[in-house]
C-alpha cells in the first residue's frame, strides 16, 4: 500500500529534498521499489507493505496528508476491473463471472485472482488496474474472489492491434468454410447459422481504425453461445476460421485474433456450464 497524495506532488518537478527528478517525474516506475527522492511519491511503484518502511520518518508526514490510501493489484497478484458508471457496472454484470466486488463513488472495482498488463479504457467506463497501476483501497468488499476468467484478458486485445507503419501482419489465412458436413450435431439450420455468422464479420470488418481485436471476440462469444444447448459437434472451429480471417483483413495480427476467437469460445462456454 501507498498514501495517496495530490496529483499536483507527483507531477512536482523536484523531489521533497530538493533535487531535480528525471523527465517525466516519476524516475522509478519500470519495477517496484524505493524512490529515488526517499517519499512515497512514486504511484505503483512506491508500493510496499514493509512496516518499517511505513512508519518510517520520511512516510510519516505523507500520511498526515494523504487524501486516501491506495495499493498495487497487480504486486498482490490481482486484477481490478474498475467500473466507472452504473452503465458499465450493468455490462460487468451480463458479461463477466461474479466476483468479489468493492463500491466506489461512481460504480464499482470487481477483484479477480493473477495478475495481467493494466490497460485504461478497454471499452466504455471501464479500465484494468493491475501490473504497474495502483488502485484505490475501498475496504475488503463483498463476494467469493474468482480466478481471472479468458473475458477480462480479452479487453486488452485491442491495444495490440495496430501495426505499425510499413510493417506486414499476416497473410489473411486460408477460409474454412461451415456448412453441415462440419456440424452434423446442430440443432439450427445453415441460413440461421450463417445470417448470424455474415452479421459478426461485418462487424469486424467495419473496425478498420480501433477495436477489431475486442470485436472478434465479442462475435466469437456471441456466436459460439448460440450453441451452447446443442449436442454437437455444431463446426465451431470452421465458424473461428471465418472470424479469424475477418479480424485480419483489418489489420489484427493473426496470433492476436487467434486468441481472441479462442477466449470468445472459450467464455461462452464458461457462461454455459
Known amino acids: 500500500m501507498r498514501p495517496r497524495r495530490e496529483r499536483r506532488h507527483e507531477h512536482d518537478s ?23 527522492c526517499l517519499a512515497p511519491c512514486h504511484a505503483w511503484a512506491a508500493a510496499t507493505t514493509d512496516p518499517r518502511v511505513l512508519a518510517s520518518p520520511v512516510w510519516a508526514p505523507v500520511w498526515r496528508e494523504a487524501m486516501a490510501v491506495a495499493y498495487h493489484p497487480g504486486g498482490a497478484g490481482l486484477t481490478v476491473v474498475d467500473l466507472d458508471n452504473a452503465a458499465a457496472v450493468a455490462w460487468a454484470r451480463e458479461t463477466l463471472p461474479a466476483t468479489r466486488t468493492v463500491p466506489t463513488t461512481r460504480g464499482e472495482h470487481w477483484i479477480y ?16 488496474k493491475s501490473l504497474t497501476q495502483y488502485a484505490r483501497w475501498l475496504g475488503p468488499g463483498t463476494g ?4 481471472l476468467p479468458a ?3 480479452a479487453l486488452v486485445v485491442k491495444e495490440e492491434t495496430t501495426p505499425a507503419p510499413g510493417e506486414v501482419v499476416s497473410s489473411v489465412p486460408e477460409r474454412a468454410t461451415w456448412d453441415r458436413s462440419v456440424a452434423t450435431g446442430c440443432r439450427h439450420n445453415e441460413r440461421y447459422v450463417r445470417t448470424g455468422l455474415e452479421r459478426g464479420l461485418a462487424l469486424i470488418r467495419a473496425r478498420t ?14 456466436l ?6 446443442c449436442p454437437g459437434p455444431c463446426g ?4 473461428g476460421e471465418e472470424i479469424t ?21 472459450e467464455t461462452a462456454v464458461e457462461r454455459a456450464e
Open 14 to 36: 523536484r523531489s521533497p529534498a530538493g533535487r531535480p527528478r528525471p523527465r517525466g517525474g516519476r524516475p522509478v516506475m519500470k519495477a517496484a521499489g524505493p524512490c529515488r
Open 113 to 128: 485472482r493473477d495478475a495481467m498488463p493494466s490497460s485504461n479504457a478497454v471499452r466504455p467506463g471501464v479500465d484494468i
Open 144 to 147: 467469493r474472489m474468482v480466478d
Open 151 to 153: 473475458a477480462v484478458r
Open 209 to 222: 481504425e480501433s477495436g477489431a481485436g475486442s470485436q472478434t471476440f465479442g462475435v466469437a462469444r456471441f
Open 224 to 229: 459460439a453461445a448460440q450453441h451452447a444447448r
Open 236 to 239: 465451431l472451429t470452421a465458424l
Open 245 to 265: 480471417a475477418a479480424a485480419v483483413s483489418v489489420g489484427v495480427p493473426e496470433a492476436y485474433a487467434r486468441r481472441a476467437v479462442a477466449n470468445g469460445l
